[in-house]
């Protein structure tokens, strides 16, 4: 063999070695006894690694629980290229691969198929606006329909936007204890979420989400440990303050009133476990969806791409 051959002979070995090596890392982060995040560290150490050259889409999809059509979602959102190396992720890209294996994924591996979502947040983050896009375009999920004694508004449906009762049967739900939780909420008027429904989705493998006030939250986290709980976050103050202007629908003591409140809301959202910060209605819908685990059959998950 001539000089050139050997160093071909070589590369191709390593190569092949290199492939192997990048199977057994896979095969040690599906088997859970490697951790992805620390596969991501050892990728960033060193660019001479095994772990530099591995894409990261294969990393994603050795986790247990994440399919093809999953990771696609989820490295469009993360903003990483589908044929990406992890030695070749920029610095936020990076930081936002690291936050999604160290938090959401391990939650995914250790979690059921189904959950009890609760998605909260302060006045006008726009907590109605995500669950009404979830509700339109995710006919799969299944939104809790709360009951208020507050009156219905213009275009409110009985049963659908909530069930409308008066106080006398309120309490009587109350007092049957047929609410997971209720509160009374901006001082005014008592909402509950109805038990039975939820209890009914949950035993035939259906996940829910709940969009109910601060209060509420704390009081499922209490009532089902297992449940997850969302923070709905502004991108800033200014656009809450906006938004809540925006929407028109308060007077301004009343917005006063009400902005005074979300400050001390936001300052409970360490309490939650995910936190999501609503820019983009469909981009905080699908990051909503993503954390209620809902396993579809290939065929509907294939449908919904693009949404996410
Ligand atoms: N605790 C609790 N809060 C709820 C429930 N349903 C709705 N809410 C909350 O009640 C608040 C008022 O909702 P709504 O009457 O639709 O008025 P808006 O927030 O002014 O649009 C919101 O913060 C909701 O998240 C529920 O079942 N339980
Ligand atoms: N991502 C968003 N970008 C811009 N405006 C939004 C967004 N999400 C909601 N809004 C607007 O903010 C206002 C408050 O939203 P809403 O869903 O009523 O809030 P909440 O239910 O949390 O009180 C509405 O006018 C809504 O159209």
Not at 76 to 93: D, F, N, S, Y
Not at 151 to 178: H, Q, T, W
Not at 207 to 235: N, T, Y
Request: hydrophobic letters at 40%; charged letters at 30%; aromatic letters at 4%.
């Amino acid at each position: 063999m001539n000089p050139p051959e050997v160093d071909r002979a070589a590369a191709s070995r390593a190569a092949v070695a290199a492939r192997r090596a990048r199977a057994a890392i896979k095969r040690a982060v599906n088997e859970r006894r490697l951790s992805a995040v620390s596969v991501l560290d050892n990728a960033l150490r060193s660019t001479e690694s095994v772990e530099a050259t591995m894409r990261v889409r294969d990393l994603l999809q050795s986790i247990p629980g994440l399919g093809p059509v999953r990771v696609e979602r989820i490295m469009e959102r993360l903003g990483i290229a589908p044929t990406k190396k992890l030695a070749g992720l920029g610095v936020h890209q990076q930081e936002r691969l690291r936050e999604y294996l160290s938090q959401r994924a391990p939650q995914i591996e250790r979690d059921g198929e189904t959950r009890l979502v609760v998605l909260a947040g302060p006045t006008a983050v726009g907590k109605g606006t995500v669950s009404t896009y979830i509700r339109e375009n995710y006919p799969e999920v299944c939104l809790s329909v709360s009951a208020t004694t507050r009156a219905p508004r213009p275009g409110e449906v009985e049963g659908v936007s909530y069930y409308f009762l008066d106080d006398e049967r309120f309490d009587s739900m109350v007092d049957a204890g047929e609410f997971l939780e209720w509160a009374v909420v901006h001082n005014k008027s008592r909402y509950g979420t109805p038990r039975p429904p939820i209890d009914d989705a949950l035993a035939s493998g259906r996940s829910v989400l709940l969009e109910i006030d601060i209060q509420g939250a704390r009081q499922v986290k209490a009532a089902m440990p297992e449940a997850v709980l969302v923070f709905l976050l502004p991108p800033t103050w200014d656009e809450l303050v906006r938004r809540l202007i925006g929407r028109g629908t308060e007077t301004p003591e009343e917005q006063e009133r009400r902005l005074t409140t979300a400050k001390v809301e936001l300052a409970a959202q360490d309490e939650f476990d995910h936190r999501v910060v609503n820019s983009d209605v469909q981009a905080a819908a699908a990051e909503v969806v993503e954390l209620m685990q809902i396993q579809k059959a290939p065929a509907q998950e294939a449908g919904l791409r693009g949404k996410e």
